[in-house]
């Protein structure tokens, strides 16, 4: 069974930091593309960040740029995403997804395995 499993979503104000983790199992995480999206209230899901399997190479939504820096450790099972300077748009549930590579990688549908999502509030 696939787990992906998000942690480290808080309540933070402008300017500050967050470091999002997300913890895989059940699956072979080095075989996979890893990626963020998020989705505030009202809104559709948006692609955040992606890096692929050996961490060759990362893709960035224009939101996010300069901000945001997306990481993986394939012995621990874990990809992370660095947060800074996160501003009132940034609020939103964040979710972790796996992909088989990054053809596609702005598609959530193309995503296989998705976990619970973590909140990141961030007050002005």
């Known amino acids: 069974q696939v787990q992906l499993v998000e942690s480290g979503g808080g309540l933070v104000q402008a300017g500050g930091s967050l470091r999002l983790s997300c913890a895989a199992s059940g699956l072979l995480f080095s075989g996979y593309a890893m990626g963020w999206f998020r989705q505030a209230p009202g809104t559709e899901r948006e692609f955040v960040a992606v890096?692929?399997?050996?961490?060759?190479?990362?893709y960035y939504a224009d939101s996010v740029k300069g901000r945001f820096t997306i990481s993986r450790d394939n012995a621990k099972n874990m990809v992370y995403l660095q947060m800074n300077s996160l501003n009132t748009e940034d609020t939103a549930v964040y979710y972790c997804?796996?992909?088989?590579?990054?053809?596609?990688?702005?598609?959530?549908?193309?995503?296989?395995?998705w976990g619970k999502g973590t909140l990141v509030t961030v007050s002005s």
């Open positions: 890096i692929t399997q050996t961490s060759q190479r990362t």
């Open positions: 997804a796996a992909a088989p590579n990054v053809h596609a990688y702005m598609d959530d549908s193309y995503y296989e395995y």
